[in-house]
């Protein structure tokens, strides 16, 4: 998501003043690690959504600007995160039909099908496009009018894709009187509203992503000015027109990591749940991007 300078200002001396370790209000999440992800390269930066493999050796990330990048995260004895190698930078085919370019479409999520191909979701121009694994044939799948009524920079940013290769969004702003937000899916050509997700005054949602459990995990944000910004990732089970749970996993103090948009779900060697965060920087050299790990319990 964009911020201005100013704002953007406000949140990086709001990470200095922050809290320097996570302080969850729920104990059913565990802290791992984090690590600072730098390159020299003008396209990186401003990563706003992240796949990882199924051992989170591999890495696929998206920036606002319409950029993919493919990296290779190496890892220690205990599974931290060592070092992060980018092996290639993408700019994506924008649609011929679509005469504008990836800076103003504002490219958020991204979710990958089993056929190799991925889903990415816009903020600006709200709608999801389906790309082949190039990266640069892409599809424009159908926009219902609920997308066009979505406020200006706050449409689609989370993105999730479930085992049958259904697909979830939601728009980061609802504008229900009862905070709830409207889930859309879709399945076999069409968009539904799937079901809602309740809302909690001043948190956003940001990013999603259906675990290898079957589960959705929820990533929020909430901007508190000079204590920057909170983090709190939710795990939902969707049951019908509703949903079945909804459990908070992480929530953390104010300012203790920075802009946290993307979320992957994995399972590692041991068998554990891993969620895995990127950080969008805004491309502002005064933030960072930085990946944020934590292991959760079935």
Known sequence: ?????????????????????P??????????????WFNDDARFGGISSLELSEDGTRLIALTDRGTLIHATIRRDATGQIAE????????????????????IYDTEGIALAPDGSFFVSTERNTRVLQFDS???????????REFGAMRPNA??????????????????????????????RYSNGRWDRSFLIRGTEGF?????????????YLLERQFRGLGGFVTRIRRVVPEGPGIAADEVLVETAPGTFGNLEGLSVWRDAGGSLRLTLVADDNFLVF???????FAVPD
């Open 1 to 21: 998501m964009r911020r201005s300078s100013f704002l953007a200002l406000i949140a990086a001396l709001g990470l200095v003043a922050g809290a320097a370790t």
């Open 23 to 36: 302080s969850g209000r729920s104990e059913t999440a565990g802290f791992l690690g984090s690590y600072l």
């Open 204 to 216: 956003l949602p940001v990013g999603a992503d259906f675990g290898p459990d079957g589960r959705l």
């Open 84 to 103: 992060i190698v980018v092996e290639a930078l993408v700019a994506l085919g924008i649609p011929a039909t679509d005469q504008i370019t990836s800076f």
């Open 287 to 293: 933030l960072a991007t930085e990946v944020v790990e």
């Open 155 to 184: 449409g689609l940013e989370a993105l999730a894709i479930d085992r049958d290769g259904a697909l979830y969004t939601m728009p980061e702003i609802t504008d229900r009187k009862d905070g709830a937000y409207p889930v859309f």
């Open 134 to 144: 190039s990266g640069q044939v892409a599809v424009a799948l159908p926009v219902p």
